[in-house]
């Protein structure tokens, strides 16, 4: 098993390009989550999905759009770029009974660094 | 606002010290897990405590969860460069939706 894998590892954007980070999973969890890491805040919930077609906020949404057509796959949209969101994405994956996700570790890929000049 | 602190954020230590890391929760957690982040990687799952006052060990590493389970320890003894790197707790708060908040992170550098 290839476990989470994240596209493209390094990325540099101009402020107001747009693009997408990709994320996959091959052990058929239901629930998968994007997070920003930035110096000194740990790590910040964007946006997850508890299965496919079902997506939600976290705590940093705003910029970032997401959407599930297939349990595999949970892509991060950026709009449109702004140095804020400079930053090292996570995409994590886990098990979600419906005891609830959080009970369960959660898998994360090797992330992306994203730098927006 | 950030609902889970870690204190410290930084320690150096020589190898061979002990380590302890803090996580503290404005409000009552359901769970605590702890993850480690090597330099340069991603967070790897330790452990997970559930139960109010519960203490687990993973050789070197002691895994305490509070009474009021709104604080938990991590203790390394005999520190080893191996143990490098930043250290999260996160936890299942028990307002809202079931989402895992995670503490700060304690970055931990060990000297030879």
């Known amino acids: 098993n290839a476990g989470v894998t994240q596209t493209p590892k390094f990325q540099v954007l101009k402020t107001g390009q747009s693009m997408t980070l990709q994320c996959a999973q091959d052990m058929n969890h239901e629930y998968m989550s994007w997070y920003r890491q930035d110096p000194g805040m740990g790590l910040r919930l964007i946006h997850y999905?508890?299965?496919?077609?079902?997506?939600d906020q976290g705590e940093v949404p705003n910029g970032y759009n997401v959407s599930r057509s297939t349990t595999e796959d949970f892509p991060l949209r950026l709009l449109s770029a702004a140095p804020s969101q400079t930053s090292v994405y996570f995409c994590?994956?886990?098990?979600?009974?419906?005891?609830?996700?959080?009970?369960?570790?959660?898998?994360f890929g090797p992330g992306t660094r994203l730098t927006v000049t | 606002g950030q609902q889970v602190m870690q204190i410290p954020q930084y320690q150096h230590v020589q190898e061979g010290e002990d380590f302890t890391t803090y996580c503290n929760s404005s409000?009552?957690?359901?769970?605590i897990q702890w993850y480690k982040q090597r330099p340069g990687g991603h967070p790897v799952f330790l452990i997970q405590l559930v139960k109010s006052g519960e203490v687990k060990k993973q050789k070197r590493l002691t895994f305490q969860f509070g009474e009021a389970k709104k604080n938990s320890s991590l203790h390394i003894t005999a520190t080893q460069t191996t143990d490098v790197g930043t250290y999260f707790c996160a936890g299942r708060v028990n307002t809202g939706f079931q989402k895992l908040v995670f503490g700060t992170g304690t970055r931990l550098l060990v000297s030879p």
């Open positions: 999905s508890v299965g496919a077609g079902i997506t």
């Open positions: 994590a994956s886990s098990y979600a009974p419906s005891t609830g996700f959080s009970y369960y570790e959660q898998y």
């Open positions: 409000t009552t957690l359901s769970n």
